[in-house]
């Protein structure tokens, strides 16, 4: 009967373990404060009504109407800040109107959880279908 065999990384070294030994191991990803603040300014209730509006005129809008939310557009990796787009929404969370803005233009948002990263705790804008993922880096 043949043995299964994992792969494990352990103290930065590739190991060959038998499968059975394995436990379930908890990962989390430690939160900084700046992300924490964003993830809580996601939750705010706003209302928007674009239509073929530019990107970067719709961030601009989220940032005047949520105080304090940082957004960045990831034109190095293709997002166009002059593309249009149309959404409306009335009452929702900001993660919704992120969501519905996003999902008929191939864009995602992941949120910045690195406080040496020149701006922890924003939200980059991205090509992709993320929505609200935490990353180290840009």
């Known amino acids: ?66 105080k304090g939310l940082v957004i960045l557009i990831d034109t190095k990796g293709g997002v166009s800040q002059n593309g249009k787009l149309t959404f409306k929404a009335k009452d929702v969370p900001v993660s919704e109107v992120l969501e519905g803005m996003f999902t008929k233009n191939g864009l995602g948002y992941v949120i910045i959880n690195n406080a040496k990263d020149a701006y922890p705790g924003a939200i980059l804008i991205k090509q992709g279908k993320d929505r609200g993922k935490l990353v180290n880096s840009r």
């Not at 299964?4 to 190991?15: E, K, N, P, R, Y």
């Not at 436990?23 to 964003?38: C, D, G, L, N, R």
């Not at 209302?47 to 005047?64: C, G």
């Open 1 to 66: 009967m043949p043995r299964l065999i994992c792969f494990a990384v352990l103290a930065g070294t590739l190991t060959l373990v038998p499968a059975g030994s394995l436990m379930a191991q908890e990962t989390t990803t430690k939160i900084i404060p700046a992300t924490k603040k964003t993830q809580d300014l996601l939750k705010t209730k706003i209302s928007v009504d674009f239509e073929d509006t530019i990107l970067k005129e719709a961030v601009q809008e989220l940032k005047d109407q949520v």
